[in-house]
């Protein structure tokens, strides 16, 4: 396999950062990825594995060791668990977005609200992608992942992925290791058959992100082009001529937080409880009740709040740069951070910490960054 040392990294990252790294290798088939994880692992040399670049952020420095790209592509149909339901064990370097339009045109249903997503569909368990209440988890059966302790090709089933709000145990967040070193070579998803009819819309947010009536029905098609609208007034599609895509995407995550902990957060701050909070049945017979009914066990739960809100309120506005900086935060979404055009990774590491010690100065959080780090630190 050639090796490419001369190419940057800023050219095939989506925030546009990234001096060449020592050795660069592309693997457009499993055999190739395969073999040249195990040579990498068998030398112990650094490495990591980029897919469409679009949730890393990498520093200025040369990284000393082995990238290597996935551009792994396919699709195979595979019985559903149901009738009704099908399939698809998708290679990893397989586009994310070219994945989703294929399956809305053959009317399958369980992905759609992920349009315009930039990336690789091996990436996506990775982070649990996810939009509009829509997450990959939903739909996930398997991934088939090389090991790097063994070497050697498994099958994992999605529940033993530790899946949450865009983490897996597959996952390298910012300060801490993955807790699992693995590198993903497919994946297969099980989605339902629906047509190319009207069908209605489910999920609350979903239906809230498109104007959309309970028992409103429309097409996959038509939540798709209305997702990737709202995704581009976002510019969080990719544009080689809008620099507001010049990103990674949301750079900090909506910060997940305990029920008393949001309570202290000004009210307007959007939320979202992270899971349904349902009374218990309690049931007492009549022989044996007193009068006297016991108050329900406290139960706390977590709560999703919305970190462009606390971006905007610590006054930090669409557009924001730093003085003399090529670095900013995108005119259309607080939550982009920006490469206005030959920015550095030091340039925009800068905007991200004053960014979070603005909004914990104001509310007592610290937010977290939400793309993989290579050589940087916030």
């Known amino acids: 396999m050639p090796e490419n040392t001369s190419t940057p990294l800023a050219a095939l990252t989506t925030l546009r950062t990234g001096a060449p790294p020592r050795r660069l290798l592309e693997a457009h088939a499993r055999a190739d990825l395969i073999g040249v994880l195990r040579d990498v692992w068998e030398g112990g040399e650094d490495w990591f594995v980029l897919g469409g670049g679009s949730n890393l952020f990498v520093g ?224 007492i017979p009549l022989d044996r009740f007193d009068g006297y009914v016991p108050p329900p066990a406290s139960r706390s739960v977590e709560v999703k709040v919305s970190a462009a809100w606390l971006i905007e309120q610590s006054g930090i506005r669409k557009g924001f740069a730093l003085p003399r900086s090529r670095a900013a935060v995108s005119s259309k979404h607080a939550l982009a951070l920006t490469n206005r055009g030959g920015a550095s990774a030091a340039e925009i590491a800068e905007l991200a910490r004053f960014i979070q010690q603005r909004v914990q100065q104001e509310f007592g959080l610290l937010l977290q960054p939400e793309p993989v780090l290579v050589g940087v630190e916030l």
Request: net charge negative; charged share 25%.
């Open 60 to 283: 200025d420095e040369p990284f000393d060791g082995t990238v290597v790209r996935v551009r792994s592509a396919g699709v195979q149909e595979l019985p559903g668990s149901a009738p009704g339901r099908v399939r698809l064990r998708v290679e990893a370097g397989h586009d994310w977005d070219t994945l989703v339009a294929e399956t809305v045109e053959r009317g399958l249903s369980g992905i759609e609200a992920m349009s315009g997503i930039p990336g690789t569909v091996g990436a996506a368990p990775v982070q649990n992608v996810g939009a509009y209440g829509q997450e990959i988890a939903q739909t996930l059966v398997e991934v088939e992942v090389l090991d790097e302790s063994s070497g050697e090709v498994e099958r994992v089933p999605a529940s033993e992925l530790g899946l949450g709000f865009r983490t897996s145990v597959l996952k390298h967040h910012y300060g801490s290791v993955a807790a699992r070193r693995a590198v993903i070579l497919s994946v297969t998803l099980e989605l339902t058959e629906v047509g190319s009819g009207d069908v209605r819309v489910h999920g609350e947010q979903l239906r809230r992100a498109l104007g959309l009536a309970p028992d409103a029905e429309v097409s996959l098609g038509w939540v798709r082009d209305r997702v990737l609208a709202t995704r581009r007034s976002k510019g969080m599609l990719l544009d080689a001529d809008d620099p507001d895509t010049w990103s990674a995407g949301s750079f900090f995550q909506n910060a997940i937080v305990s029920e008393a902990f949001a309570r202290t957060l000004p009210e307007a701050c959007p939320r979202w409880p992270m899971e349904p909070v349902i009374e218990p049945v309690r049931i």
